[in-house]
């Protein structure tokens, strides 16, 4: 039963190895969706910033970007917190 089991598993998992290699797009080949286009298009009247990259990080994803900031911040004062050095009272 075991040994059924796991050829089950191994053949479930290479056939969905196989289709997810069969359905990879060229190397090299965005996907293009309809979000793209948008931004594109709309990213230096909304948000006032000729670079595309920039007016998405810090305005439509801004509180995401706020978030990961965060994080970080957190990060590094944990890590500062942890490493500092105590003085030794005599």
């Known amino acids: 039963m075991r040994k059924a089991l796991g050829l ?3 053949i479930g998992f290479t056939l969905f190895l196989l289709v997810a290699v069969v359905s990879l797009r060229p190397f090299g080949e965005p996907v293009h969706t309809e979000m793209d286009s948008y931004f594109i298009g709309h990213a230096q009247e909304e948000a006032s910033s000729n670079n595309v990259v920039t007016s998405i990080v810090f305005d439509y994803r801004g ?6 900031a965060t994080v970080l911040f957190t990060a590094v004062a944990g890590v500062l917190m942890a490493l500092r050095r105590r003085e030794v009272k005599a």
């Open 8 to 10: 089950f598993a191994f």
């Open 63 to 68: 509180f995401d970007t706020l978030g990961e």
